[in-house]
């Protein structure tokens, strides 16, 4: 856009009868502004009155709002991705351009051919050696990838907010549609002497030459082949640019003029009618489609929010065209042609107060329609769309804090399991509710004594003892399937005592910094729900044995122990009740497998369905942090545990609550992986699902495990089989392509995600996979299975 407004702006003065006559400054940019401005103020009032409607009166940000009605808001980094409309951050780049074009136009103008490749080049590369001394700095090419959305707090944010949106980081792209027009120019008159006019021009070929193309030396064969296929050639390039892309990174570089030498011969070839596609683009009923580009833009995440339904189905591009139709003949054709008569001008003005009021009564009425018969579409623009999958955030408000413990300042929902209820089919959620703080002592003098591969050494001096505490809860409530909002209050589920104490792991120890530190989880962590032989509602979760004293050491390094419970029959009608704030329930611990004693079985009794790799446990493998995220199914009326994945191990559950040994093997992938990356670990996920038989398949079950690797979570879908003799894994898919938070938390290295609930769609079939993000919030990723296959293969 910007590259196209500075060659066009450029060429048809350059083609015009005087090209040294230029309109002064303020008229020129109060035209340009006419013809951008009032569209935009609609779609910006539209999008004030969604989110109005949506979250109240206190979601208003007023600065904000204000540095976007003044088009301030790619000046302000901190701003930059936090205003309504984020999408027109252009907006506020090309105002500045036009104030300078009149500048820009005549030192550029005058310069030969040879000085304007000069520039172009210049401004082509300027950006990409600014890319790599970036790199260079943060020791990877794809540093930016630390910068998620709306995050300011460090100067990564801030240096990547600038090169994507900020003006001084795209003038030179302005600059490269100027000095591309008047080479373009140049060429033509060098290789021309004919009477005739252009297609971008309006006077003839003969009046340019005698003009600017003076000093043209000539047009070699390069030129000539440009002018005359210039548009094809563009597009070739394009295309094995984009399908490159999906092996070679490129990154920012797109985004800041990688591709600028495509977009100018592109240009230069559509100046000509020589061209098969730029004769194709000639068809007059083109730029009568291409006027609505800019409100479809304008309009289209307004769009989103009021349809409240697929995205992507047809009537959704329907409304969008009629909105789009509806703000070019209303308001930005009669506002831009400052000559036309006032009525049309009054019906413009009309229409920028009467359709945010049609967008918003739109919204209610979209509330009223039947929700279950389409896949989730949130009220925000808190959504994301990637190939056919929607991801959108689960809306946890404030009056959730009623009913949890009372300190929960700086607390976060996180690690949602969403579940739909087999008899009455109510979407229902558990999530934790998780808060951490930091105790600090220094100054501690101890000596420390660690083992080193030439022996024992010993340190001694102050040191530093460091508690992270994790105050953890379960929350339950039932959820919209069309919004992804609570429906009701969220209650605590108190699996333990009120005043329980939890023992403690052992604290670790930092030699090299003579720093000690010691996580301390107090509660009850990442609950899931499933559905038991019985066909009950019931919740697993991870928790820290109860003790008798508070500070007692647990019995083992790891400590931990996996329980059920059966979700309370009577939680719907609590949930309703306002009064009540805690929804008690009995919490029963697994015994027999207790963590780590299925370590203690060999994996290959009684399994010849795969080739043995070794004969035992690869030798480190006991020093390995066991599973703590055990996965219950449900297969022939009996309840089942994945309680390790690699090796992939499965047990059954006998007599309520004790468990035994059922299956247990090395993955041949899990294991070649691993030979390849020795730091990774593989953990569960979610809960698996039963997935019934098809006409082409068998039933089987899918699940989600995720990799660690030096703090970096990675979240597969798995599927295997619906046999209780082979439980066999059958195929894994490429990551889950989950939105990830800003981090918030200095327990985690960096952002990531942890898929921690799955289940079904009754009426659309769509997967929905419920996941923390960055121990910061809960998210939702929808998809239909067709996206999901795409995954597997």
């Given amino acids: 856009f910007m590259m196209m407004s500075g060659f066009i702006l450029t060429y048809g003065r350059l083609t015009s009868s005087d090209p040294q006559k230029l309109a002064p400054v303020f008229t020129f940019v109060k035209a340009r502004l006419f013809s951008i401005y009032p569209l935009y103020i609609t779609g910006l009032f539209s999008a004030l009155a969604l989110q109005l409607n949506t979250h109240g009166l206190a979601s208003f940000k007023q600065a904000e709002f204000i540095v976007s009605l003044a088009l301030l808001q790619a000046w302000i980094p901190t701003f930059t991705e936090r205003v309504l409309q984020p999408q027109c951050w252009f907006l506020s780049c090309i105002v500045p351009y036009w104030m300078l074009h009149n500048m820009l136009y005549r030192k550029i103008s005058v310069l030969s051919m040879r000085q304007l490749l000069h520039v172009l080049l210049f401004c082509w590369l300027a950006p990409l050696v600014l890319l790599f001394c970036l790199a260079t700095l943060f020791h990877s090419s794809e540093w930016y990838l630390d910068h998620h959305w709306q995050d300011t707090r460090g100067w990564t944010d801030i240096i990547v907010i600038m090169l994507k949106f900020h003006p001084f980081c795209y003038l030179h792209i302005y600059v490269f549609g100027i000095a591309t027009a008047c080479l373009c120019v140049k060429m033509e008159g060098s290789t021309t002497s004919y009477s005739g006019t252009s297609r971008l021009g309006n006077a003839e070929t003969r009046t340019r030459s005698r003009g600017l193309n003076q000093s043209g030396s000539g047009c070699n064969p390069l030129g000539i082949l440009c002018l005359n296929y210039g548009v094809s050639l563009g597009y070739v390039g394009l295309l094995a640019i984009f399908v490159a892309s999906k092996w070679v990174p490129v990154g920012l570089s797109l985004r800041l003029g990688f591709l600028a ?16 596609l730029s004769r194709f683009f000639s068809y007059s009923w083109l730029p009568t489609l291409g006027n609505l580009s800019y409100p479809q833009y304008i309009f289209q995440f307004v769009c989103f929010s009021v349809w409240g339904r697929a995205f992507a189905s047809f009537g959704f591009w329907a409304f969008l065209a009629a909105c789009s139709v509806v703000g070019y003949v209303a308001i930005q054709k009669p506002l831009k042609e400052l000559n036309c008569p006032l009525r049309p001008k009054a019906w413009g003005l009309l229409a920028m107060g009467v359709v945010p009021l049609l967008f918003g009564g739109l919204g209610q009425l979209s509330s009223y329609s039947d929700k279950m018969l389409y896949p989730p579409s949130p009220p925000s623009f808190d959504v994301s769309y990637v190939n056919g999958a929607i991801d959108t955030r689960l809306v946890i408000d404030e009056m959730a804090h009623q009913s949890m413990s009372p300190n929960v300042q700086g607390s976060f929902y996180i690690n949602p399991s969403l579940l739909f209820e087999p008899t009455t089919q109510r979407l229902v959620a558990v999530v934790r509710r998780h808060r951490m703080r930091v105790e600090t002592m220094s100054g501690l003098e101890v000596e420390v004594k660690y083992l080193t591969a030439s022996g ?40 333990f005592p009120s005043q329980a104490s939890f023992c403690e792991i052992r604290p670790t120890v930092s030699p090299h910094n003579l720093t000690i530190g010691q996580l301390v989880a107090d509660g009850p962590q990442d609950p899931r729900l499933f559905i038991s032989p019985t066909s009950e509602l019931w919740l697993s979760f991870f928790a820290y044995p109860v003790t008798s004293s508070p500070g007692e050491a647990c019995s083992s390094h790891t400590g931990g122990k996996m329980y059920h419970a059966q979700v309370p029959f009577h939680w719907q009608e609590d949930l309703s009740d306002g009064g009540l704030s805690h929804i008690s329930t009995n919490a029963s611990q697994l015994i027999g497998v207790d963590r780590v004693d299925h370590h203690k079985h060999d994996p290959f009794v009684n399994d010849t369905s795969f080739p043995v790799i070794s004969s035992s446990f690869p030798k480190d493998y006991m020093t390995l942090r066991s599973e703590k995220n055990w996965l219950a199914f449900t297969h022939d009326a009996t309840l089942y545990y994945i309680t390790d994945m690699h090796p992939f191990t499965v047990t059954r559950v006998v007599n309520g609550s004790r468990a035994e040994l059922a299956r247990s093997y090395y993955y041949p992938l899990f294991t070649s992986t691993q030979m390849q990356h020795p730091n990774m670990v593989f953990h569960g996920g979610a809960n698996p699902l039963l997935m019934p038989a098809t006409d082409i398949r068998p039933s089987f079950y899918l699940g989600v495990f995720h990799t660690l690797e030096n703090g970096t979570y990675v979240n597969y879908a798995f599927e295997f089989m619906d046999d ?3 439980f066999e894994i059958l195929r894994v898919s490429r990551p889950l392509p989950l939105q990830l938070s800003p981090k918030r938390d200095s327990s985690i290295s960096r952002p990531l995600g942890f898929v921690s609930g799955l289940t079904q769609h009754p ?23 067709e996206t999901l296959e795409e995954l597997f293969t």
């Fill in 763 to 785: 009426n659309t079939q769509r997967i929905i996979f419920s996941y923390g993000s960055s121990n910061a919030e809960s998210r939702v990723l929808s998809m239909s299975l």
């Fill in 261 to 276: 030498p495509l977009h100018g011969i592109t240009m230069i070839g559509m100046v000509r009618n020589h061209d098969p």
């Fill in 724 to 726: 209780d003799s082979k």
């Fill in 456 to 495: 024992v050494k010993a340190s001694s001096g102050g040191v530093t003892y460091q508690r992270i505490i994790w105050e953890s809860e379960i929350g339950i409530s039932d959820v919209d399937p069309v919004s992804y909002t609570l429906l009701h209050i969220l209650k605590k589920l108190a699996v």
